[in-house]
Protein backbone atom coordinates (compact mmCIF):
# COMPACT_ATOMS: atom_id res chain seq x y z
CA UNK A 1 0.00 0.00 0.00
CA UNK A 2 1.05 3.81 -0.54
CA UNK A 3 1.35 6.33 1.59
CA UNK A 4 1.82 9.78 0.33
CA UNK A 5 3.09 12.78 2.69
CA UNK A 6 2.55 16.04 1.38
CA UNK A 7 4.92 18.27 2.93
CA UNK A 8 7.25 15.63 2.87
CA UNK A 9 10.20 18.12 2.60
CA UNK A 10 9.75 19.32 6.25
CA UNK A 11 12.20 19.12 8.91
CA UNK A 12 9.63 16.45 10.82
CA UNK A 13 9.51 14.34 7.86
CA UNK A 14 12.50 12.25 8.76
CA UNK A 15 10.86 11.12 12.17
CA UNK A 16 8.08 10.46 10.46
CA UNK A 17 9.34 7.97 8.27
CA UNK A 18 11.65 6.09 11.51
CA UNK A 19 7.86 5.84 12.80
CA UNK A 20 6.85 4.45 9.69
CA UNK A 21 9.43 2.03 9.58
CA UNK A 22 8.77 0.46 13.35
CA UNK A 23 5.05 -0.46 12.11
CA UNK A 24 5.32 -0.62 8.25
CA UNK A 25 4.23 -4.29 8.15
CA UNK A 26 1.51 -3.90 11.38
CA UNK A 27 -0.01 -1.47 8.47
CA UNK A 28 1.06 -2.88 5.38
CA UNK A 29 2.36 -0.05 3.97
CA UNK A 30 5.14 -0.63 1.41
CA UNK A 31 5.48 2.41 -0.61
CA UNK A 32 6.47 6.24 0.58
CA UNK A 33 6.49 9.02 -1.70
CA UNK A 34 7.58 12.35 0.19
CA UNK A 35 5.95 15.45 -2.07
CA UNK A 36 6.96 19.14 -1.37
CA UNK A 37 7.25 22.46 -3.47
CA UNK A 38 10.94 23.02 -2.17
CA UNK A 39 13.26 21.13 -4.50
CA UNK A 40 16.23 21.33 -2.59
CA UNK A 41 15.10 20.85 0.93
CA UNK A 42 13.14 18.08 -0.57
CA UNK A 43 16.18 16.37 -1.69
CA UNK A 44 18.53 17.02 2.03
CA UNK A 45 15.40 15.30 3.75
CA UNK A 46 14.53 12.32 1.26
CA UNK A 47 18.36 11.15 1.57
CA UNK A 48 18.16 11.24 5.55
CA UNK A 49 14.82 9.39 5.24
CA UNK A 50 16.25 7.36 2.84
CA UNK A 51 19.36 6.67 5.65
CA UNK A 52 16.66 5.59 7.73
CA UNK A 53 14.51 3.58 6.04
CA UNK A 54 17.77 1.68 5.08
CA UNK A 55 19.07 0.78 8.51
CA UNK A 56 15.48 -0.36 9.64
CA UNK A 57 16.23 -3.42 7.45
CA UNK A 58 12.61 -2.96 6.34
CA UNK A 59 11.69 -3.35 3.25
CA UNK A 60 9.92 0.01 2.13
CA UNK A 61 9.98 1.82 -1.19
CA UNK A 62 10.31 5.23 -0.99
CA UNK A 63 10.68 8.44 -3.67
CA UNK A 64 10.35 12.10 -3.64
CA UNK A 65 9.01 13.83 -5.57
CA UNK A 66 7.38 17.71 -6.47
CA UNK A 67 4.99 16.35 -8.78
CA UNK A 68 1.67 16.19 -6.82
CA UNK A 69 -0.87 14.51 -9.22
CA UNK A 70 1.63 11.64 -9.15
CA UNK A 71 2.19 11.57 -5.72
CA UNK A 72 -1.32 11.38 -4.42
CA UNK A 73 -2.34 9.05 -7.98
CA UNK A 74 -3.68 5.62 -6.46
CA UNK A 75 -2.51 6.42 -2.52
CA UNK A 76 -4.42 4.92 0.12
CA UNK A 77 -3.47 7.02 2.79
CA UNK A 78 -2.52 10.66 2.47
CA UNK A 79 -0.64 12.72 5.17
CA UNK A 80 -0.75 16.33 4.80
CA UNK A 81 1.75 18.51 6.72
CA UNK A 82 2.07 21.97 5.27
CA UNK A 83 3.38 25.06 6.27
CA UNK A 84 2.19 27.83 3.36
CA UNK A 85 4.48 30.84 3.17
CA UNK A 86 7.55 28.37 5.25
CA UNK A 87 8.97 29.46 8.69
CA UNK A 88 9.44 33.11 7.69
CA UNK A 89 5.26 33.30 7.74
CA UNK A 90 5.22 32.47 11.28
CA UNK A 91 7.16 35.19 12.65
CA UNK A 92 4.87 37.53 9.96
CA UNK A 93 1.96 36.33 11.91
CA UNK A 94 3.35 36.31 15.13
CA UNK A 95 4.51 39.97 15.32
CA UNK A 96 1.61 41.26 13.82
CA UNK A 97 -0.60 40.10 16.44
CA UNK A 98 2.56 41.27 19.02
CA UNK A 99 1.86 44.62 17.72
CA UNK A 100 -1.27 45.11 18.98
CA UNK A 101 -0.43 43.61 22.45
CA UNK A 102 -2.20 40.39 21.30
CA UNK A 103 -0.68 36.75 21.63
CA UNK A 104 1.16 35.77 18.53
CA UNK A 105 0.79 31.72 18.61
CA UNK A 106 0.89 29.30 15.44
CA UNK A 107 -2.12 27.72 15.94
CA UNK A 108 -4.62 29.60 18.51
CA UNK A 109 -6.00 33.11 18.29
CA UNK A 110 -4.99 35.89 15.07
CA UNK A 111 -1.50 34.21 14.10
CA UNK A 112 -3.41 30.79 14.08
CA UNK A 113 -6.33 32.66 12.28
CA UNK A 114 -3.46 33.62 9.98
CA UNK A 115 -1.88 30.35 9.79
CA UNK A 116 -5.36 28.71 8.36
CA UNK A 117 -6.01 31.68 5.58
CA UNK A 118 -3.06 30.68 3.73
CA UNK A 119 -3.29 26.81 4.53
CA UNK A 120 -7.21 26.15 4.14
CA UNK A 121 -6.93 27.14 -0.05
CA UNK A 122 -3.90 24.81 -0.60
CA UNK A 123 -5.25 22.00 1.28
CA UNK A 124 -8.51 21.99 -0.37
CA UNK A 125 -6.74 21.68 -3.92
CA UNK A 126 -4.55 18.57 -2.29
CA UNK A 127 -7.99 17.08 -1.57
CA UNK A 128 -9.79 18.14 -5.05
CA UNK A 129 -7.04 16.58 -6.80
CA UNK A 130 -7.33 13.07 -4.31
CA UNK A 131 -10.84 13.07 -4.81
CA UNK A 132 -9.78 12.49 -8.96
CA UNK A 133 -6.68 10.31 -8.45
CA UNK A 134 -7.26 8.84 -5.05
CA UNK A 135 -10.94 8.86 -4.28
CA UNK A 136 -10.82 6.21 -1.59
CA UNK A 137 -7.71 7.48 0.51
CA UNK A 138 -8.23 8.33 3.63
CA UNK A 139 -6.43 12.11 4.38
CA UNK A 140 -4.68 12.46 7.80
CA UNK A 141 -4.25 16.42 8.58
CA UNK A 142 -1.45 17.23 10.86
CA UNK A 143 -1.43 20.81 9.34
CA UNK A 144 -1.69 23.37 11.73
CA UNK A 145 -3.93 24.19 12.84
CA UNK A 146 -5.20 21.23 12.53
CA UNK A 147 -8.61 21.10 14.04
CA UNK A 148 -9.71 24.22 12.11
CA UNK A 149 -7.93 23.02 8.63
CA UNK A 150 -10.24 19.80 9.29
CA UNK A 151 -13.35 21.73 9.79
CA UNK A 152 -12.71 23.78 6.81
CA UNK A 153 -11.97 20.05 4.58
CA UNK A 154 -14.93 18.81 6.52
CA UNK A 155 -17.52 21.52 5.91
CA UNK A 156 -16.24 21.72 1.77
CA UNK A 157 -17.42 17.76 1.65
CA UNK A 158 -14.42 15.89 1.80
CA UNK A 159 -15.21 13.18 4.98
CA UNK A 160 -12.37 10.88 4.61
CA UNK A 161 -10.42 13.62 6.14
CA UNK A 162 -9.37 12.99 9.49
CA UNK A 163 -7.34 15.69 11.96
CA UNK A 164 -4.74 14.46 14.02
CA UNK A 165 -2.63 15.95 16.89
CA UNK A 166 0.46 15.11 18.76
CA UNK A 167 0.03 16.97 21.83
CA UNK A 168 -2.70 14.20 23.87
CA UNK A 169 -0.65 11.14 23.29
CA UNK A 170 2.26 12.40 24.04
CA UNK A 171 0.73 13.87 27.11
CA UNK A 172 -0.54 10.69 27.73
CA UNK A 173 3.05 8.86 27.45
CA UNK A 174 4.61 11.65 29.76
CA UNK A 175 1.72 10.73 32.10
CA UNK A 176 2.11 7.33 32.19
CA UNK A 177 6.29 7.38 32.82
CA UNK A 178 5.66 9.76 35.85
CA UNK A 179 3.37 7.27 37.35
CA UNK A 180 6.10 4.53 36.74
CA UNK A 181 3.61 2.16 34.12
CA UNK A 182 3.37 1.27 30.93
CA UNK A 183 1.56 4.05 28.36
CA UNK A 184 -0.66 1.01 26.71
CA UNK A 185 -2.01 0.35 30.34
CA UNK A 186 -2.98 4.04 30.75
CA UNK A 187 -6.88 4.82 28.73
CA UNK A 188 -7.31 8.73 28.71
CA UNK A 189 -11.05 10.44 27.88
CA UNK A 190 -10.43 13.45 26.22
CA UNK A 191 -12.97 16.05 24.99
CA UNK A 192 -12.63 19.42 23.66
CA UNK A 193 -10.89 21.03 20.20
CA UNK A 194 -8.01 20.61 18.97
CA UNK A 195 -5.47 23.05 21.23
CA UNK A 196 -8.60 23.42 23.46
CA UNK A 197 -9.55 19.87 25.26
CA UNK A 198 -9.71 18.50 28.45
CA UNK A 199 -8.66 14.96 29.94
CA UNK A 200 -11.54 13.89 31.79
CA UNK A 201 -10.19 10.26 32.86
CA UNK A 202 -6.81 8.28 33.67
CA UNK A 203 -7.97 5.17 34.12
CA UNK A 204 -5.51 1.92 34.86
CA UNK A 205 -6.99 -1.31 36.42
CA UNK A 206 -10.25 -0.11 36.04
CA UNK A 207 -9.64 2.73 38.59
CA UNK A 208 -9.69 6.48 37.57
CA UNK A 209 -6.95 8.33 38.85
CA UNK A 210 -7.31 11.98 38.39
CA UNK A 211 -9.43 12.96 40.79
CA UNK A 212 -6.49 12.62 43.20
CA UNK A 213 -3.49 13.00 40.66
CA UNK A 214 -4.70 16.46 40.04
CA UNK A 215 -4.05 17.10 43.40
CA UNK A 216 -0.56 16.02 43.73
CA UNK A 217 2.09 18.36 43.59
CA UNK A 218 4.48 15.86 43.02
CA UNK A 219 2.63 14.41 39.95
CA UNK A 220 1.72 17.98 38.44
CA UNK A 221 5.46 18.89 38.92
CA UNK A 222 6.65 15.74 37.47
CA UNK A 223 4.40 16.17 33.96
CA UNK A 224 5.73 19.24 31.83
CA UNK A 225 2.74 19.67 30.77
CA UNK A 226 0.98 20.10 33.45
CA UNK A 227 3.32 22.07 35.74
CA UNK A 228 2.88 25.48 33.88
CA UNK A 229 -0.19 26.08 35.40
CA UNK A 230 -1.17 27.68 38.87
CA UNK A 231 -1.86 24.77 40.79
CA UNK A 232 -4.99 26.24 42.63
CA UNK A 233 -6.19 25.89 38.85
CA UNK A 234 -6.00 22.72 38.51
CA UNK A 235 -7.31 21.95 42.01
CA UNK A 236 -10.46 24.24 40.48
CA UNK A 237 -10.53 22.76 37.31
CA UNK A 238 -12.55 18.93 37.09
CA UNK A 239 -10.51 17.87 34.61
CA UNK A 240 -6.62 18.58 33.47
CA UNK A 241 -6.08 21.02 30.48
CA UNK A 242 -4.51 20.68 27.79
CA UNK A 243 -1.06 22.63 27.96
CA UNK A 244 -2.47 24.88 25.11
CA UNK A 245 -5.14 25.73 27.50
CA UNK A 246 -2.36 28.09 28.81
CA UNK A 247 -2.81 30.33 26.48
CA UNK A 248 -6.51 31.67 27.69
CA UNK A 249 -5.88 30.32 31.68
CA UNK A 250 -2.94 32.55 31.76
CA UNK A 251 -3.27 34.91 28.84
CA UNK A 252 -1.84 37.68 30.21
CA UNK A 253 1.61 35.35 31.57
CA UNK A 254 1.95 34.41 28.50
CA UNK A 255 2.10 37.53 26.39
CA UNK A 256 4.22 39.07 28.89
CA UNK A 257 6.62 36.51 28.78
CA UNK A 258 6.57 36.33 24.78
CA UNK A 259 7.19 40.54 24.94
CA UNK A 260 9.99 39.58 27.05
CA UNK A 261 12.05 36.77 25.28
CA UNK A 262 15.01 37.66 23.22
CA UNK A 263 13.50 35.89 20.65
CA UNK A 264 9.80 34.76 19.32
CA UNK A 265 9.09 31.23 18.92
CA UNK A 266 8.90 31.46 15.38
CA UNK A 267 12.04 33.28 14.98
CA UNK A 268 13.75 30.35 16.91
CA UNK A 269 12.63 28.00 14.67
CA UNK A 270 13.50 29.32 11.91
CA UNK A 271 17.32 30.15 12.65
CA UNK A 272 17.38 26.90 13.96
CA UNK A 273 15.93 25.16 11.28
CA UNK A 274 18.25 27.69 8.53
CA UNK A 275 20.94 26.55 10.45
CA UNK A 276 20.25 22.93 10.23
CA UNK A 277 19.90 22.86 6.51
CA UNK A 278 23.22 24.88 6.00
CA UNK A 279 24.56 22.56 7.84
CA UNK A 280 23.44 19.61 6.24
CA UNK A 281 24.02 21.33 2.88
CA UNK A 282 27.63 21.58 3.11
CA UNK A 283 28.18 18.22 4.13
CA UNK A 284 28.10 14.48 1.74
CA UNK A 285 25.34 13.11 3.27
CA UNK A 286 25.88 9.95 1.08
CA UNK A 287 29.56 9.50 2.18
CA UNK A 288 28.59 10.78 5.57
CA UNK A 289 25.30 8.77 6.73
CA UNK A 290 25.48 9.19 10.66
CA UNK A 291 27.01 11.93 10.87
CA UNK A 292 23.95 13.50 8.71
CA UNK A 293 21.08 11.91 10.73
CA UNK A 294 23.01 13.17 14.05
CA UNK A 295 23.12 16.40 12.89
CA UNK A 296 19.58 16.77 12.26
CA UNK A 297 18.81 15.26 15.43
CA UNK A 298 20.73 17.87 16.98
CA UNK A 299 18.96 21.17 15.87
CA UNK A 300 15.73 18.75 15.90
CA UNK A 301 16.49 17.82 19.99
CA UNK A 302 17.48 22.39 19.93
CA UNK A 303 14.12 22.81 18.25
CA UNK A 304 11.89 20.37 20.83
CA UNK A 305 14.22 21.45 24.16
CA UNK A 306 12.87 25.10 23.62
CA UNK A 307 9.13 24.04 23.13
CA UNK A 308 6.71 26.74 25.54
CA UNK A 309 9.90 27.62 27.16
CA UNK A 310 9.53 31.63 26.04
CA UNK A 311 5.79 31.22 26.97
CA UNK A 312 5.90 30.18 30.20
CA UNK A 313 9.02 31.57 31.17
CA UNK A 314 11.12 28.49 32.18
CA UNK A 315 14.24 26.96 31.23
CA UNK A 316 14.68 25.02 27.91
CA UNK A 317 15.59 21.08 29.23
CA UNK A 318 18.57 19.88 28.39
CA UNK A 319 20.69 19.80 25.25
CA UNK A 320 22.78 15.89 24.92
CA UNK A 321 26.23 16.41 22.97
CA UNK A 322 24.89 15.20 18.91
CA UNK A 323 27.54 11.82 19.48
CA UNK A 324 25.04 10.75 21.92
CA UNK A 325 21.66 10.89 20.06
CA UNK A 326 20.05 8.48 17.60
CA UNK A 327 16.58 7.61 16.39
CA UNK A 328 14.35 6.98 18.86
CA UNK A 329 12.57 3.26 18.76
CA UNK A 330 8.92 5.09 19.59
CA UNK A 331 6.46 5.76 17.46
CA UNK A 332 6.51 9.33 18.26
CA UNK A 333 5.30 12.25 15.75
CA UNK A 334 2.93 9.48 13.12
CA UNK A 335 2.38 7.33 15.74
CA UNK A 336 -1.27 8.08 15.83
CA UNK A 337 -2.27 7.69 12.41
CA UNK A 338 0.25 4.51 12.23
CA UNK A 339 -2.45 3.25 14.87
CA UNK A 340 -5.47 4.31 13.33
CA UNK A 341 -4.42 2.53 10.07
CA UNK A 342 -3.25 -0.94 12.04
CA UNK A 343 -6.86 -1.04 12.95
CA UNK A 344 -8.55 -0.22 9.69
CA UNK A 345 -6.44 -3.07 8.18
CA UNK A 346 -6.44 -5.54 11.40
CA UNK A 347 -9.31 -4.76 13.06
CA UNK A 348 -7.42 -4.71 16.52
CA UNK A 349 -9.43 -2.18 18.40
CA UNK A 350 -7.25 1.37 19.24
CA UNK A 351 -8.17 4.32 21.66
CA UNK A 352 -7.17 7.15 20.11
CA UNK A 353 -7.88 11.15 20.15
CA UNK A 354 -8.57 12.80 17.21
CA UNK A 355 -10.24 15.30 15.69
CA UNK A 356 -13.59 14.33 14.09
CA UNK A 357 -17.21 15.32 13.39
CA UNK A 358 -18.74 15.28 16.57
CA UNK A 359 -21.26 12.76 15.99
CA UNK A 360 -23.51 13.15 19.18
CA UNK A 361 -20.36 13.06 20.88
CA UNK A 362 -20.20 16.10 22.99
CA UNK A 363 -23.83 17.85 23.94
CA UNK A 364 -24.37 21.14 22.26
CA UNK A 365 -22.42 20.72 19.63
CA UNK A 366 -23.79 20.12 16.07
CA UNK A 367 -22.80 16.24 14.22
CA UNK A 368 -20.89 18.14 11.71
CA UNK A 369 -18.63 20.36 14.38
CA UNK A 370 -14.96 18.71 14.16
CA UNK A 371 -14.29 18.24 18.02
CA UNK A 372 -11.13 16.57 19.49
CA UNK A 373 -12.22 13.34 21.17
CA UNK A 374 -11.38 9.74 22.39
CA UNK A 375 -12.51 7.57 19.75
CA UNK A 376 -12.38 3.82 19.26
CA UNK A 377 -11.23 2.71 15.99
CA UNK A 378 -11.63 -0.20 14.16
CA UNK A 379 -12.04 -1.67 10.32
CA UNK A 380 -14.55 1.19 9.40
CA UNK A 381 -12.88 4.47 11.14
CA UNK A 382 -13.35 6.66 14.34
CA UNK A 383 -16.39 6.29 16.23
CA UNK A 384 -15.74 9.01 19.29
CA UNK A 385 -17.13 7.67 22.16
CA UNK A 386 -20.60 9.53 24.29
CA UNK A 387 -19.12 12.41 26.04
CA UNK A 388 -22.59 14.04 26.71
CA UNK A 389 -22.91 17.45 28.88
CA UNK A 390 -19.53 19.10 30.02
CA UNK A 391 -19.18 22.31 32.33
CA UNK A 392 -20.79 25.30 31.28
CA UNK A 393 -17.09 26.99 31.70
CA UNK A 394 -15.80 24.38 29.49
CA UNK A 395 -18.87 24.51 27.09
CA UNK A 396 -18.91 27.66 26.41
CA UNK A 397 -15.30 28.48 25.49
CA UNK A 398 -15.43 25.63 23.04
CA UNK A 399 -18.93 26.99 21.49
CA UNK A 400 -17.14 30.70 21.41
CA UNK A 401 -13.76 29.10 19.16
CA UNK A 402 -16.26 26.75 17.63
CA UNK A 403 -18.10 29.35 16.01
CA UNK A 404 -15.02 31.46 15.66
CA UNK A 405 -13.26 28.68 13.23
CA UNK A 406 -16.95 28.35 11.11
CA UNK A 407 -16.64 31.76 10.41
CA UNK A 408 -13.56 31.70 9.72
CA UNK A 409 -14.33 28.08 6.84
CA UNK A 410 -16.74 30.50 5.60
CA UNK A 411 -14.79 33.54 5.09
CA UNK A 412 -11.86 31.58 3.01
CA UNK A 413 -14.63 29.72 0.88
CA UNK A 414 -16.25 33.14 0.08
CA UNK A 415 -13.34 35.49 0.46
CA UNK A 416 -15.09 37.70 2.60
CA UNK A 417 -13.02 40.38 4.75
CA UNK A 418 -16.46 41.24 6.82
CA UNK A 419 -16.56 37.21 7.64
CA UNK A 420 -12.94 37.32 8.70
CA UNK A 421 -13.46 39.99 10.69
CA UNK A 422 -16.61 38.85 12.66
CA UNK A 423 -14.57 35.33 13.04
CA UNK A 424 -11.52 37.31 15.13
CA UNK A 425 -13.85 39.47 16.42
CA UNK A 426 -15.54 36.54 18.55
CA UNK A 427 -12.49 34.99 19.23
CA UNK A 428 -11.42 34.50 23.20
CA UNK A 429 -8.20 35.93 22.57
CA UNK A 430 -9.01 39.09 20.27
CA UNK A 431 -12.99 39.69 21.80
CA UNK A 432 -12.66 43.09 19.81
CA UNK A 433 -13.97 44.25 16.35
CA UNK A 434 -11.75 47.17 16.07
CA UNK A 435 -8.69 44.80 17.01
CA UNK A 436 -9.90 41.96 14.36
CA UNK A 437 -10.22 44.69 11.85
CA UNK A 438 -6.91 45.93 11.92
CA UNK A 439 -5.51 42.75 12.34
CA UNK A 440 -7.56 41.62 9.20
CA UNK A 441 -6.52 44.55 6.82
CA UNK A 442 -2.71 43.73 8.03
CA UNK A 443 -2.71 40.02 7.81
CA UNK A 444 -4.27 40.70 4.14
CA UNK A 445 -1.77 43.08 2.99
CA UNK A 446 1.06 40.80 4.16
CA UNK A 447 0.02 37.53 1.97
CA UNK A 448 -1.43 39.71 -1.00
CA UNK A 449 0.57 37.48 -3.31
CA UNK A 450 -0.47 34.20 -1.83
CA UNK A 451 -4.74 35.40 -0.11
CA UNK A 452 -5.17 37.40 -3.52
CA UNK A 453 -7.83 39.35 -3.38
CA UNK A 454 -10.70 39.70 -0.87
CA UNK A 455 -14.55 40.78 -0.90
CA UNK A 456 -14.89 44.24 1.49
Known amino acids: ?235 QLPYLPNEYLYYYYHREKSLANIQQAAMTRGQMIALNNQAMLDELKRMDIDANPQLALRTYLYYTQKREASYMAAETNSEAKEILPMEELTLPETLGYAGVMLDFVESLQTGRENNIVLSVPNAGSIDGFADDDVVEVSCTIDRDGAHPIRIGAVPEDMHLLMKSVKLFERLTVEAVAKKSRSLAVKALSVHPLVNSYSLAKELVDDYLEAYRDTLGEWNR
Open 1 to 235: MKLALIGGGGVRAVLFTKSLTLKAEQTGITQLVLQDTDEEQLAIIGKLCRIVIEQSGIDLRLDTTMDARAALQGADYIVTTIRVGKEQSRYIDEKIALDRGLLGQETTGPAGFSMALRTIPVLRNYCELAKEVAPNAWIFNFSNPSGLVTQALRSYGYDRVIGICDTPSHTKLRIAEALGIDERKLRTEVFGLNHLSWIRKLMAEGKDLLPELKHDPAFVNAVEELKMFDPDLLR
